[in-house]
């Protein structure tokens, strides 16, 4: 718990000495203001008495002082006319985090099986599956979007019509929560459902001697979450709207699964010599057996040391996914707030987007530390 | 390097077939020097303004046109061609920067003082929460966006990908290394740091540092792909440009984009990031092999 908050201070300090370098390099490098793209044909004096008006006019320090109390009442500031930002982005925010929570996880279930697979096998099968995640991993993500909406957008409409009825709206008009509460509510439970597969799983290994089988846990995973969704009593609406993320959501998990497969298999090639492997196999266990329970579970911690380095990366994938298939989420909102010139705005979707990689990189931290009992601390 | 890793690396596969590869895309790039103005008329096979009457766009591959035209009737290969060299520009410049900055990120973490060795870490952590290409598409919106070549980009991407993610895992390796025996050894017999840094230490980070910089290299191309599909760069073609000008401009007639002008370039990308691939599998092998 300590390390925990450690790491969490440690954490916080590095983004708000990020925030403070992005809040002047951005101010030098994009000069001008808000006012600037958008004149409008307005006179010298008017565009000053603007910016006198939304405080344009004044130093940049007085500009950040303002912006740094901002972020620290938790508003995150007014976009430069006055709309306030945490608004905003909170209706951002839960389309990119259902879209970012649901793909790692697919993407981590495949990518590592896959790579686990490949690792043992050498052949021409499995270089053909290592060939295929690598195509997806350098494929250009607007290329894959623009596929997947020429292509997948129509089929998938079809099969909503047809699972939904024809008139597609019936839910939406009974309920009376947003599309941005149910996706938040939606990922939140998935984030739930995998908290309690994992502590029961982790209960049933220590005080049993029972190992449920993995695909058991993951359908009692999927079980959870639908059960989960149902019982807020919107499950329809969630339904609904997955149908609509499944085309991003597909897309990031193309994108990203590659990923987890290239350092999984380099990894488990790494331990596969190891002596205990051996031992293994002399104890009579099958090769399947050792594979998936010893290798791979030695395997996993290079694998979530190099994950956290990736996350950026990831998340890079996620905003030119969001943008290329008009997803609303935080990578279209940023690439507005640039185009806009809207500097608090930009800060402000710099700011949860650093958030948000730190929260993973602290997550994998806790989960390395929770899983290898040679750093466990005491 | 010592000779034992050079002599795995000749023998491996993946690293020649990725070899290979790069040397035909360095062919790619210089070819428009010799085949603009020359045997092919500027006029029809400019990447940018070049339009030929006789045939009807989008044109199917012929042998006019190998790879066919688009629906503005650029020829293909020619645009092709001519955006291979900004890629390759910019990819040995992200690859170079990227593997320096992490090595001398590593090297400052483990030799020096337990203070800043702190304080760099706290740089890398930072750095690790902006995703490059975002920072380039900030930079690219901005007054500098037409001064923004292929170099500078890489010098940038290299920074950031490099300080960051590069040297994050480059200083655990340091630090790794720095509690084995033979470190011991030489402090016991008086090396200075600098020698400790320079001779024993960066033999053992080499390998790693070149499976990174590669690894950089595909993040740094699908980046300035993309901003450049955005349209915010100096460069007038690229594969980005093609993929945006394939999708965005279709046929007017069945609404159908060019297709060939949209999966070229995404192959070629594919390709190009394929072969830094092969390459850092294969010195990773190699280096492996060795321990």
């Known amino acids: 718990m300590r390390y925990v908050a450690g790491r969490l201070v440690q954490g916080l300090f590095a983004l708000l000495g990020f925030l403070t370098v992005m809040f002047f390099a951005v101010q030098l490098i994009v000069p001008g203001d808000y006012f600037t793209p958008f004149r409008l044909g307005l006179t010298e004096s008017e565009v000053d008495a603007l910016r006198a008006q939304y405080g344009l006019d004044q130093s940049v320090f007085v500009q950040y002082w303002r912006w740094l109390t901002s972020l620290f009442d938790g508003s995150l500031g007014t976009t430069t006319i006055g709309r306030p930002i945490s608004g905003l982005i909170t209706n951002a925010i839960p389309r990119t985090l259902f879209v970012l929570v649901g793909g ?28 295929v995640g690598l195509v997806f991993l350098t494929a250009f993500p607007p290329f894959l979007a623009f596929v997947l909406t020429e292509r997948a957008h129509m089929p998938m409409n079809e099969l909503r019509r047809s699972v939904m009825g024809e008139s597609a709206n019936p839910w939406r008009s009974a309920t009376t929560f947003t599309e941005e509460q149910v996706l938040f509510q939606m990922s939140v439970s998935l984030l739930a459902s995998l908290a309690v597969v994992a502590v029961v799983t982790a209960l049933l290994r220590r005080y049993t001697n029972a190992r449920p089988r993995p695909w058991w846990v993951v359908i009692g995973g999927i079980g959870l979450t639908v059960w989960w969704w149902w019982q807020g009593g919107r499950g329809a609406f969630a339904l609904d709207l997955l149908f609509e993320a499944a085309i991003p959501l597909f897309a990031f998990v193309l994108l990203s699964y590659g990923e987890f497969l290239l350092i999984m298999q380099s990894s488990m090639t790494g ?33 979530l040391a190099r994950f956290a380095v990736s996350v950026p990366f990831l998340m890079t994938g996620l905003v030119i996914v969001e943008r290329s298939l008009g997803w609303s989420g935080l990578g279209d909102f940023l690439f507005f707030a640039i185009t806009a010139q809207d500097i608090p705005l930009v800060m402000g979707a710099l700011a949860v987007i650093g958030a948000v990689s730190l929260l993973v990189r602290i997550a994998l931290d806790v989960m390395t530390v929770s899983i290898d009992p040679r750093i466990r601390r005491p | 390097m010592n000779p034992g890793l050079l002599r795995r690396l000749r023998k491996s596969t993946p690293f020649w077939i990725g070899v290979f590869i790069l040397v035909v895309f360095a062919a790619m790039a210089i070819a428009p020097t010799f085949l603009l103005g020359n045997a092919w008329p500027t006029g029809i096979y400019d990447p940018v303004t070049g339009y030929d009457f006789e045939v009807f766009h989008p044109a199917p591959p012929s042998a006019a046109h190998l790879l066919g035209t688009d629906n503005q009737g650029h020829d293909v290969l020619s645009q092709l ?3 291979t060299r900004p890629t390759f520009v910019l990819a040995t410049v992200a690859a170079l920067v990227t593997a320096i900055s992490a090595t001398v990120v590593a090297l400052i973490g483990a030799v020096s003082t337990p203070w800043v060795d702190r304080s760099v870490g706290f740089i890398s952590d930072a750095l690790l929460l902006l995703p490059a290409p975002i920072f380039m598409l900030i930079i690219g919106s901005g007054a500098l966006s037409q001064e923004i070549g292929p170099i500078t980009f890489g010098v940038i991407y290299g920074l950031i990908a490099g300080i960051g993610g590069g040297g994050i895992v480059l200083r655990a390796q340091a630090k790794s290394i720095m509690v084995r025996p033979f470190i011991d050894g030489a402090r016991v017999a008086g090396v200075s740091r600098w020698r400790m840094a320079t001779r024993h230490l960066l033999p053992h980070l080499v ?38 000008w394939g999708t965005t401009f279709v046929n007017p007639i069945t609404g159908d984009p060019a297709w060939n002008g949209v999966l070229a370039p995404s192959v070629a990308l594919t390709l190009f990031c394929t072969a830094f691939h092969l390459i850092s599998v294969g010195v990773r092998r190699a280096a492996d092999s060795q321990q």
């Open chain 1, 271 to 303: 331990v596969k010599h190891d002596p205990y492997v051996l031992t293994g196999m002399a104890k009579g266990l099958t090769e399947r057996q050792v594979r998936n329970r010893h290798a791979s579970s030695n395997a996993i911690l290079p694998l």
């Open chain 2, 207 to 244: 390998p790693l540092a070149a499976v990174f910089m590669l690894l950089a290299v595909a993040g740094a191309v699908i980046a300035d792909g993309f901003i450049s599909f955005l349209g915010q760069t100096a460069t007038d073609v690229s594969w980005g440009t093609m993929v945006y």
């Open chain 2, 81 to 83: 061609l001519s955006a």
């Open chain 1, 104 to 131: 790692l996880v697919i993407a981590f279930l495949i990518g590592t099986a896959q790579g686990r697979w490949s690792s043992w096998h050498r052949g021409l099968r499995s270089e053909v599956v290592t060939f």
